[in-house]
């Protein structure tokens, strides 16, 4: 009886050896592991993205009031149309132009200067471009809002001031405004766009620069000729990721105008959406404004992948 159930214990032990070394054996199998290491991704995408897009789209054909939700069809979608959504339009689109001219152009030169050995200190030069994403924006936006107030004690007037110049009131002027917004988002968001040139640019083959020196070739020549094209992948890429967050951008008109600008200079249309679904309690109109401003991100992205030729084969 004792050798029975001995015998009767290593037989399960085996039979779960076997389902478990068949389960590991299935996991590791070639067709199996792709879709095991992309689920963490699809997973989230499915619960924080799609979920949420899906319920925002239903919801913006809906009143949703505390306890009553009612349909009513396009009546969010035609309020859009008024003059302070094209306000923050207009605030949105100079805005995105502009970072996205300073946040490709600049990064890319100085990845450029940062990746050659005439400039010293390159690492340290590197780390300080990077700190500021580390930031936090309410706490940069602080400091910003201090040098940049309207009292002629403040550091940006001083420094007109010594130069001639007359006091600017920053946040209560459109274009000063404007430009506190740009320069905010450009120095948050310098450092990770170097890196992203940097990493590109170690992908040159030193062959090439080497063959245009033989050639004659000048540093500029080699920059157009040679750098530029090895760098078209990542350019594509940078100025996909600002134009996206250009749209979506709130923190920089939020820090500057928490109570919202005057004649509405800061706003934007994620400012707009906060104002009408957060502060005014309207959610329908909140989601209209949201899926209308997915639909302008996903035409402007995708024209811009066709015109700079993202989506061609390789070999074309």
């Known amino acids: 009886m004792l050798q029975t159930g001995k015998n009767s214990k290593t037989e399960v032990v085996q039979v779960k050896n076997r389902r478990n070394g068949g389960l590991l054996t299935f996991l590791n199998s070639q067709k199996v592991v792709p879709y095991v290491l992309i689920s963490p991704f699809v997973l989230s995408f499915l619960v924080l993205s799609l979920y949420p897009a899906i319920q925002a789209i239903i919801m913006s054909f809906q009143r949703v009031l505390p ?4 349909f009513i069809g396009l009546r969010n979608y035609t309020r859009i149309i008024n003059p302070t959504f094209f306000t923050a339009l207009q605030n949105t689109t100079i805005y995105m132009i502009l970072t996205v001219v300073i946040l490709v152009s600049l990064p890319m030169l100085l990845a450029v200067l940062l ?7 390159r690492i340290f030069f590197r780390t300080a471009l990077f700190l500021p994403a580390l930031t936090s924006v309410i706490v940069a ?9 309207e009292s002629d004690t403040a550091v940006a007037n001083q420094i007109l001031n010594w130069i001639g110049l007359e006091s600017v009131d920053w946040r209560y002027n459109a274009w000063s405004g404007m430009f506190l917004m740009v320069v905010l988002a450009s120095w948050r968001w310098m450092g990770i766009n170097i890196l992203y040139f940097l990493a590109a640019l170690q992908n040159v083959p030193k062959e090439l620069y080497e063959a245009a020196e033989i050639d004659g070739a000048r540093a500029l020549q080699k920059f157009f000729y040679v750098t ?19 749209f979506r951008m709130f923190e920089e008109s939020f820090v500057f105008w928490t109570s919202g600008s005057p004649g509405n200079i800061g ?7 906060y104002q009408e679904g957060i502060q005014k309690n309207d959610m329908g109109f909140g ?5 209308v401003l997915m639909l302008i991100i996903f035409v402007i992205s995708l024209t811009q992948l066709f015109l700079t030729g993202a989506f061609k084969r390789g070999d074309e």
């Open 67 to 70: 306890g009553e939700v009612t």
């Open 115 to 121: 990746n050659s050995k005439v400039v010293k200190f």
């Open 141 to 149: 936006g602080m400091v910003f809002r201090l040098m940049f107030a």
């Open 228 to 246: 530029l094209p090895f760098l078209k992948p990542v350019t594509i890429f940078v100025a996909t990721i600002s134009i996206i967050g250009g």
């Open 267 to 273: 706003l934007t249309i994620v400012g707009y959406l």
């Open 287 to 291: 989601a209209a404004i949201g899926v």
